[in-house]
Structures are given as structure tokens and as C-alpha cells.
């Protein structure tokens, strides 16, 4: 079956630090790929995607590459701001428009100023 | 900007009691979701929902649980008899439902059972 691991957590980084968190996936077929992002007494905002393979997803700074010979879907900042401090979940979706999301554990970042 | 909203923020239960979690999702959208985290683990998918059917459940989402339209804007989730195990976050979801759609979240229940 579908299943994401991201790395464990908590993270905490400075100000301007450069941020990777890693994600691999094991899915059948050619899988869509998120990720979300969850700031306190919120609910998960889509933080950026990516639907096939060498694409790559950005919004907000925030990048990630799909790369389907390492199965994996890290996500990279190049310098990370205290507002950046939050929940975030690696997902995938396999084919189907509207079928379900399946989620990593997601990892906490804090970024001190 | 539309936003899902879901009530209450906290519920705490006896075990053996029903629960009912409510979601307003967006309200021009057509497929609507509950997941669930446990503290610690990861977000689960229980249920879809489309035309006013279960389009897709998991196997957490036995007949204790159920899931309902009652009207044109509200979508509920009801566990029959609470476990233990059922205490985690619960969160809504809804998408527009025309191709490759972004999934909107609520903020969540969180769910105590005692």
C-alpha cells in the first residue's frame, strides 16, 4: 500500500538557516505529491505540489523536487524566517482526482530568532 | 476568503458515549473528508464523501463511525460508542471535486475520550 516517512522530529534552526526536510514515499502507479503545512490553532494548508516526476513545487520560499529514482520529496528553504515555525506533512495522492490523502507523522519546525 | 470551519474545537467524552463532529466545508465544493491523527502519529484517512454517498472508507472507519449530509452545509461525523482509542484530532476536508483539486482543511477537533 501507499506510505510516507518524513524524517523525525522536532527541528529547531536560527533565523536564516537553510531548512531540508526529507520525505520518501512508497506508492503504486505515479502518485501526486504534497506538501502541508500547519501553523498553531490552524488547520493544514497545501503548501505546494507536484504531479509527476522532475517536477517542482514552490510558494513561499519553499521548494521540492519530485524524484522518482530516490522515491523522495524533500522539502528545502533557503533561509527560514521565525513565521516559518510550524507543523509539516509530506503527503501523496495516487491517481484519481478526488481520492485520499495519505500523510507522513509530520515534523515540527522552530525557527529562533 | 472561504475557509472549512468545524465545531467544536475540543470535545471530551465518557467511554461507550456518541460523539457527533460537525464540518462546514466551502460551500460551492463537492467532496468532503474526515482524517484523524492520533497524538504522535500519523494524519489517517477514515472516509470520503461525494453525492451524498461514501465514496471511499478505510478500515479504521468501521460501524461505529458514520457520516452525514444533513443539510446543504453542514457534514458530520458520528462515532457510535467511543473508545478509548478514538481519543486523536479530527480534521474536515473538502475539495471542488473538478479534476486534480486541492483538498481545504478545517482547523480540527480535538477529541478526549475518558
Known amino acids: 500500500g501507499n506510505s510516507v516517512t518524513q524524517m523525525e522530529g522536532p527541528v529547531t534552526l536560527s533565523e536564516e538557516a537553510f531548512l531540508t526536510i526529507n520525505c520518501t514515499y512508497t506508492?503504486?502507479?505515479?502518485?501526486?505529491l504534497f506538501w502541508y503545512v500547519q501553523y498553531p490553532g490552524e488547520g493544514l494548508q497545501l503548501l505546494l505540489k507536484?504531479?509527476?516526476?522532475?517536477d517542482k513545487g514552490s510558494n513561499k520560499g519553499f521548494e521540492a523536487t519530485y524524484r522518482k529514482e530516490t522515491t523522495s520529496f524533500h522539502l528545502e528553504k533557503g533561509s527560514v524566517q521565525v513565521s516559518d515555525s510550524a507543523v509539516y506533512f509530506c503527503a501523496l495522492r495516487n491517481t484519481g482526482a478526488n481520492s485520499k490523502l495519505t500523510f507522513g507523522k509530520g515534523i515540527t519546525l522552530s525557527v529562533r530568532p | 476568503e472561504p475557509e472549512v470551519t468545524q465545531t467544536p474545537s475540543h470535545q471530551v467524552t465518557q467511554m461507550g458515549q456518541e460523539v457527533i463532529l460537525r464540518c462546514v466545508p466551502i460551500?460551492?465544493?463537492?467532496?468532503f473528508y474526515w482524517y484523524r491523527q492520533i497524538l504522535g502519529q500519523k494524519v489517517e484517512f477514515l472516509v470520503s464523501?461525494?453525492?451524498?454517498?461514501?465514496?471511499?472508507k478505510s478500515e479504521i472507519f468501521d460501524d461505529q463511525f458514520s457520516v452525514e449530509r444533513p443539510d446543504g452545509s453542514n457534514f458530520t461525523l458520528k462515532i457510535r460508542s467511543t473508545k478509548l482509542e478514538d481519543s486523536a484530532m479530527y480534521f474536515c476536508?473538502?475539495?471542488?471535486?473538478?479534476?486534480?483539486?486541492?483538498?481545504?482543511f478545517g482547523p480540527g477537533t480535538r477529541l478526549t475520550v475518558l
Open positions: 506508492a503504486t502507479g505515479y502518485p501526486s
Open positions: 507536484a504531479t509527476k516526476a522532475d
Open positions: 464523501f461525494y453525492n451524498n454517498e461514501i465514496s471511499e
Open positions: 476536508a473538502s475539495s471542488e471535486g473538478l479534476g486534480y483539486n486541492e483538498q481545504f
Open positions: 460551500s460551492n465544493h463537492l467532496y
